[in-house]
């Protein structure tokens, strides 16, 4: 293992951003509250040694391997059972990371100790091999002693007699079920003699159990066991009698086996969209850390997707927020382990993989409607360090006529050159307001004995506002109002809030006790619960910092939000580094300090659609990396496939050649300025798909697998994606080529650009793509309205339309237009909105008006194109009147100058 670690502090816990750009230190004085609690600003490089617990673990662990166990322990062959356990079926009963497992200690535990033939050299931790130390199938554990019918399901009591080697074994637990819907089951196990931690995210709850759900739940008495079957084709979607059951205070596992390895979610981490099953185990537990493999980072999602046989899909969502451990084994199976709070979790049988996905927003919360410039192209860098050198990048981005996020809030640069008022002259030491008022208010998390806990972040000691209080949020929403009265900011970036921690703990260490030191600790970075971020034993308004550590960046989402409404009185723009399930309904999020490498770029595609699945649909990775120089080529490569990032920003760290376009060449700065041209000329189409996010819990950056459940070719995509259902994107990964290989689910495409046909049976294509290219197809049956860019986005701008019809076979397509004011809160809810529907059937096409409103009125129809008119038309009728037109040889049929109003029904129908 590496025995340095990076450790990169990044910007800051609280960083202003205006219209895209982060404002860092104006100039003059700060116009910054510096010193706010978890605060702003910069840093170096730290190299970090790794805990030395973890040296010390591995230089064990390495003289254990070349000695090998054998030569310390005379060879005892295992009980027959043990080795008639497949390996791909044993089920770790020695999790601890720090400790090499020995027969002595196995057998302590009364498991089967069968030393796997080698270590697993290419992985770092013994325990991500086959378990050498695994439970034998008699292993004491729960049964299930009565059931009994509820309203919503049934209840069980589950006990068993003997203490397993945890302490606070709870040996009587109740199991709940309750049908919630046809879709979606829902168990909670509890320990009815106390109350434990639960996860404080409101869920829908049912009133009446399900009449006809497509699962059945069944139980194994003894050992107890949990089996849920999909009703219409028998598919065992979850048997947790796979292996024990544990729910001691401090340790509660379950294990499942999976129908296929098909796995996705279980976020944050960086992988490919398709996890590995090969004993690859995923801990969860925010942790600021730059993006790297077999780590914790800074969100946590405990969801999964898996696929059955024959493409139908399931998902699972544990509710629960303590540190854990995914550990997933080719049986296929998975063990959830975690080290708090209750087993609280949903099954959601879909059918499809998007109606999973709908099912489990149903339960966390469907996404905001993110504001229209949210979706721009935001350029952003640390290190833009006066209100001036930004405006210069502006004016030059302006000249170079390449797009960005509106400028409402040019305020920002007023504000800072007119220099530093009385109010916002540097505090004398000791006075800060948002600090000495958070005292007076009691808003900062606080150590075990009470007092104010001090750790260290930007730019030097810093307190953390409890956000599982709502005093803070008013604190907050007042800190927030004062700033915005001196420099009118539209949107907050919320970084650093894992919380993060230069320090292990706080100023004054922690306390040494089972909270801070588990029975068990998950696989977490630098192996203890504090490291780089408070002590576990901190104390907040809701629980201890150890149940709630992770919900923090939801928290802070929720009060960020909720102030900037109050504030802007618009829809809330937020971005947040750290995540947990329904933050999507509060903020979206950006990939963390990725580096300008191919790698990073072919990864962040994974990323992206990971966080489509888990209800965050406005995410983005840092265009062109964050750290590290970046080459030309990359950001060419980059910002083409940033174009079709949901949240496209390009972020560059400090000290690092400027990335913005204009400092390229100009065959680059072309290349990139029309990437994000066509951004700007599919804003319908985002923006409509956003519209469905919010409403329905679709995905808006779609993996191809969920358009094509039934083709496996498609399920370990990950370098192509879909917008919605219809827009296959096709990037370019690699350095240095100028072609690209992509899959083409059997259906007909066409290509964005020329309308020419592609019909695929399900194959590879290799498509040309030089520099300036990114490719674009379209799928059969569907029509999408683009609009002609302008440098800035704005809804109202009176940009025409152009709609664009993809014929299948039949002469058939359909597509949808939504449509506001881009800014007011709850448009689709108040009825202040336009919605459009297009079909073309028997050379007709119709839009309909379903839902009118003003701001259609301002949006001009222009142009149509068809593409797939297999024969040359005589006439084109629009509206009954007949109309000038194009046919052209690849089966396009245009029809410009329609002059026609997005708010009029109208037809155009040609013979
Ligand atoms: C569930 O798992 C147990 C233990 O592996 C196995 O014996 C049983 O057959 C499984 N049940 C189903 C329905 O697959
Ligand atoms: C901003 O200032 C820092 C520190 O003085 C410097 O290292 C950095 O290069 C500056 N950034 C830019 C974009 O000029
Ligand atoms: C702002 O930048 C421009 C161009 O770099 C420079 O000419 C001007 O002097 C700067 N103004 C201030 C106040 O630094
Ligand atoms: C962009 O929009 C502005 C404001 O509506 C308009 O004045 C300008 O002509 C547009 N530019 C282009 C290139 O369409
Ligand atoms: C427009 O089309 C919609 C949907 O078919 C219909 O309900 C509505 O009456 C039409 N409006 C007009 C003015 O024709
Ligand atoms: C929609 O409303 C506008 C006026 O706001 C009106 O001119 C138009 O005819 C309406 N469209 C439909 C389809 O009713
Ligand atoms: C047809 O194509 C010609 C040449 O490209 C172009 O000038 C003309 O505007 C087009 N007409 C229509 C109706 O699209
Ligand atoms: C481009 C890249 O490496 N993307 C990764 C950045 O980090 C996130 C995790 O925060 C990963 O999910 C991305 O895959």
Redesign the pocket.
Known sequence: PPLFEQLQPKRCSLSWISCGFQVLEPEGASLLPRQLPCSVTTGLLVIGCLLLLLCGGWLLGTMFWLHGPSSQQPHRPPPPACGRTPEAWRFDCYPERTVVVTRELCEARNCCFIPAAAPPASKKRHQNGIPWCFYPADFPSYSLASLDKTLLGQKGSLVKEVKTYYPGDILTVEVETRYETDSRLHVRITDPSSSRFEVPIPVPAATKKAENPDYAVEFSKQPFGLIVTRRSTGTVILNTTVAPLFYADQFLQFSTSLPSPFIYGLGEHRSTFLHDVQWNTLTMWARDVPPMEETNLYGVHPFYLSMEEGGTAHGFFLLNSNAMDVALQPAPALTWRTIGGILDFYVFVGPDPGSVIQQYLEVIGNPAMPIYWALGYHLCRWGYNTSNSTWEVVKSLRNSGIPQVAFGGLNVWNAARHGPGPARSRPPEGSYWPFDEGLKRGVFIKDAEGKTLIGKVWPGLTAYPDFSDEVTHEWWYDNLRRFHDKVPFDGLWIDMNEPSNFLDGSTNGCPENSIEHPPYTPGVLGDLLRAKTVCATAQQKLSLHYNVHSLYGLMEAQASASALKRIVAKRPFVISRSTFPSQGMYSGHWLGDNRSQWKDLYTSIAGILTFNLLGIPLVGADICGFSEEPQEELCVRWTQLGAFYPFTRNHNAIDMQPQDPTAFSPLARTAMKQALLLRYSLFPVLYTLFHHAHLHGHTVARPLMFEFPKDVQTYAIDKQFLWGKSLLVTPVVDPGVDQVVGYFPESLWYDFYTGDSVRSKGEKLQLAAPLDKINLHLREGSVIATQTPNLTLWVSSGQPLHLLSALSDDGSAGGDLFWDDGESIDTYESEQYAYIVFNVAQKVMTS???HNHTEATFIPVASASFYGVKEKPSQVLVNSQDATFNYSDNQVLTVADLGLKLS??FTISWS
Do not use: K, P, T
């Open positions: 309909q008006v379903l009029e029904n």
